[in-house]
């Protein structure tokens, strides 16, 4: 529901962590873990500019994604309105609980300090192993708790961040795909064009084709 007039309005929005993976870049993928595991507020009052701007972000939202089914390519203002959505609601929270930082459980904790190392790392560091040792726990044992917090294994996130970086470079047409594959840390351009395919599922060339 979008909008009732003249006094009530009610937006109702809802994503499944494969959303939240392919449409939003590293920092929103912290700030959407913070969202799922926090303490939650039953209730916000918001004064109208914020109220004002969530509405017209929620809009955004709606209209890039109610096409899906009939295959329209709103990629780009998919992960805009996400990122927008969250970086609001983020900075609205804070006010209500200061401290919400405070509330999470220590796996909890653990998945936020992956993600926020993958923030940083993962155009050079693709291993779990990496990972696993700046945390100081076990490869099972993070993927355990990664797994239980965000529904994917740590290799899969891996991969999944990869591709984003991937296709947020090839839509930089002045860098070779050449290029693109040593800033991602790829031993050569052939390892990732198999990469790259394989998880999206078509050829970097024709990705590139396809954004310019």
Known sequence: IIEIHPKLKLFYVTFTKDYVMKNCN???????????????????????????LVSLIYKLMYHANRDIETQSDNTELKRLSFDLL????????????????????????????????????????????????????????????????????VKKILEL???????NA??????????????LGFSNPSYFSKFFKKYAGISAKEYRRTVS
């Open 26 to 52: 590293r920092k929103a993928l912290i700030d959407a873990f913070y969202f799922s595991s926090g303490r939650n507020i039953e209730k916000m009052q918001l004064d109208s500019k914020s109220f004002l």
């Open 86 to 153: 969250l970086y609001k609601l983020r900075s609205i929270y804070r006010e209500f609980a200061s401290d919400y930082h405070l509330s999470f459980r220590r796996d909890d904790n653990l998945v936020i300090q992956f993600l926020s190392l993958l923030k940083i790392h993962i155009n050079e560091q693709h291993n779990v192993q990496f990972y696993a040792d700046i945390l100081h726990v076990t490869e099972k044992n993070l993927n355990n708790i990664v797994s239980r917090g965000l529904g994917k294994t």
């Open 161 to 167: 961040a990869l591709v984003m970086e991937a296709k």
């Open 170 to 183: 090839l839509e930089d047409t002045q860098k070779s795909i050449a290029c693109i594959s040593v800033e």
